[in-house]
């Protein structure tokens, strides 16, 4: 999955003051680099190892988290007050991207997006004994929408319920429980040291395996490992700047276009259109998040 969580979500104090408009741009345009940076890893994954994907992806992300935070520098900023915890968060998102890209193999991006729309409903669902927050009636009913919306997507007992669609919710159920360490880090730690964590480890993690089972590319492949790298370059800068023109509530209802994008972008690239039942299940999910996303904003706005 793609890392858009609130590791990255304090505003960097040289962006200036709030311009509303061109974070929303800037959010869209982290969207849609997201969703073709799957597209690519799903091309890629077909005759590359995906160990070998997420080495390079993370060679440039370090580099590029480095060059971010160069002021005062990696050994400064990887100061926590949680290594441990840091250490189990960054190691989970290795094994949900490589989770995550062999879903992209299996499905649709769209149908794969689909279900992973769910992470933030489950999140809230994890966030009462894992964060020990309140959870009101409401936000509960949202869940329950939600999951009945990834029933609608899967719907068992209809069609064959293979063991694709337990990937899909394997690596959605890991992202949302990503996001809680994420926020239990951020009780003790900056967002650029668990930002720092997350590049740090992942290529310390990645560089153990993906040197061995290294597959030459050839031409074509070169070129679709440099867009991963461009593209993910590209994804974290303009989500980074997003949120610092902004607050991360205020983005959230956009991160949701990453669907959109997916579904564009997957019949352009491999001709995939989801289904009547996935759209809806998936409008279902999406529409029980920003009910959940709202009620949250009133909580704490003291509204009710």
């Not at 409903?121 to 009636?137: D, R």
């Not at 899967?154 to 992202?175: E, N, S, Y």
Request: proline share 5%.
């Amino acid at each position: 999955m793609t890392d858009t969580t609130a590791e990255k979500s304090t505003p960097h104090p040289a962006y200036g003051a709030q311009q509303p408009g061109l974070a929303i741009a800037l959010m869209l345009t982290a969207m849609f680099a997201f969703a073709a940076m799957d597209g690519v890893s799903k091309i890629l994954a077909q005759s590359l190892p995906i160990a070998q994907i997420l080495w390079v992806r993370y060679i440039f992300y370090t580099a590029f988290v480095a060059i971010m935070l160069r002021r005062p520098g990696l050994r400064v900023t990887l100061r926590s007050r949680q290594p441990w915890l840091q250490l189990g968060r960054a190691l989970l998102i290795i094994v949900e991207n490589a989770v995550f890209v062999l879903a992209f193999t299996l499905m649709p991006l769209a149908d794969m997006h689909a279900i992973a729309a769910a992470s933030p409903l489950i999140v809230v669902a994890l966030s009462v004994p894992l964060l020990g927050e309140k959870v009101g009636m409401r936000r509960w009913l949202a869940v329950l929408a939600g999951f009945v919306g990834v029933l609608i997507i899967v719907r068992p007992g209809f069609q064959t319920l293979d063991w694709r669609f337990a990937v899909a919710i394997t690596g959605t159920v890991l992202w949302a429980v990503y996001q809680i360490l994420v926020r239990m880090c951020a009780r003790t730690d900056s967002s650029d040291t668990t930002w720092a964590w997350t590049a740090v480890v992942g290529l310390i993690a990645t560089s153990t395996i993906g040197p061995f089972v290294w597959v030459w590319p050839d031409a074509k492949g070169w070129i679709l490992l440099l867009a991963i790298a461009l593209l993910g370059t590209l994804s974290h800068l303009a989500l980074i700047k997003a949120l610092g023109y902004a607050e991360a509530g205020a983005l959230q209802p956009y991160s949701y276009t990453l669907l959109v994008w997916a579904a564009v972008l997957g019949f352009i690239m491999f001709g995939d259109l989801p289904d009547a039942w996935t759209m809806v299940g998936a409008a279902v999910v999406i529409a029980s998040g920003l009910y959940a996303w709202h009620r949250e904003r009133l909580r704490r706005s003291g509204t009710r």
